[in-house]
């Protein structure tokens, strides 16, 4: 590929009734493109898979040309990449902003459950990129130098949280903080990834408010069941 100029070049113009609106400031603010051209590219790809997905209609409704987008990311897999990068980033701030340090070790818990269910049902694309990506093998996570660092806070997360709970009598010791985060994360992840089929299978809305909140609460109330010691568990 030709080496390009060091400043990002000019925004194109493309069909009106699929872009956003366009302003001189958005041609002198470099991250918000990016972030807007990350924001279109996670909805095509969730929706298209990265084979499908098209350069050509990711510059179209962000009035980005093709040439910016390989600018800044080099190409498709390199959007790709970058995209899939920030769908974990974003889950990974929220799980960071809900600043569970000073909250007694079961009420963490439930939290962090409460919010990963939460997080999953609102950000569906999120969960067809980690789907998209698992058909790949996991082959451009392997890319990234910065996926391990990215992901880290949440072992450390559930890590203190869990050791806090050992140490005040009321956790199982014994567990392993990675797979307790997989433990949750299937929970929350099925209820989206598998609610259509299920739907259909079993005539039952799976996506109803009544339904998503009992499966919130249930998905809280299995991972408590899992972890908290027999002794400290409520009595039925």
């Known amino acids: 590929m030709p080496r390009l100029k060091s400043s990002p070049p000019h925004a194109e113009t493309a069909a009106p009734n699929k872009v956003r609106p366009r302003t001189s400031k958005r041609v002198q603010d470099p991250e918000g493109t990016r972030r807007d051209i990350l924001e279109i590219a996670l909805e095509e790809f969730a929706l298209n898979g990265l084979s499908g997905a098209r350069i050509d209609e990711i510059a179209a409704r962000t009035r980005a040309s093709k040439r910016m987008i390989y600018y800044y990311f080099?190409?498709?897999?390199?959007?790709?990449?970058?995209?899939?990068?920030?769908?974990y980033r974003t889950v990974r701030e929220g799980e960071a902003a809900l600043d569970v340090d000073d909250l007694p070790p079961l009420e963490a818990l439930?939290?962090?459950v409460g919010f990963t269910f939460d997080h999953h049902h609102r950000h569906e694309a999120f969960i067809r990129m980690v789907m998209i990506e698992n058909i790949h093998h996991g082959e451009f996570l392997d890319r990234s130098p910065a996926f391990r660092h990215l992901n880290a806070p949440a072992i450390k997360t559930i890590s203190h949280v869990y050791r806090r709970g050992v140490d005040a009598g009321l956790f199982r010791p014994g567990l392993d903080p990675v797979e307790l985060h997989w433990q949750i994360s299937a929970l929350c992840f099925f209820n989206v990834s598998n609610r259509a089929?299920?739907?259909?299978?079993?005539?039952?809305?799976?996506?109803?408010?009544?339904?998503?909140?009992?499966?919130?609460?249930?998905?809280?109330?299995?991972?408590?069941?899992?972890?908290?010691?027999?002794?400290?568990?409520?009595?039925d």
Do not use: C, D, H
């Open 74 to 87: 080099g190409g498709k897999e390199g959007l790709y990449l970058s995209a899939l990068e920030n769908a």
């Open 110 to 112: 439930r939290r962090l």
């Open 197 to 235: 089929t299920f739907s259909k299978i079993f005539a039952r809305n799976f996506g109803s408010p009544k339904a998503l909140a009992a499966l919130r609460r249930n998905a809280v109330e299995m991972v408590e069941r899992y972890v908290v010691r027999a002794q400290a568990l409520p009595a």
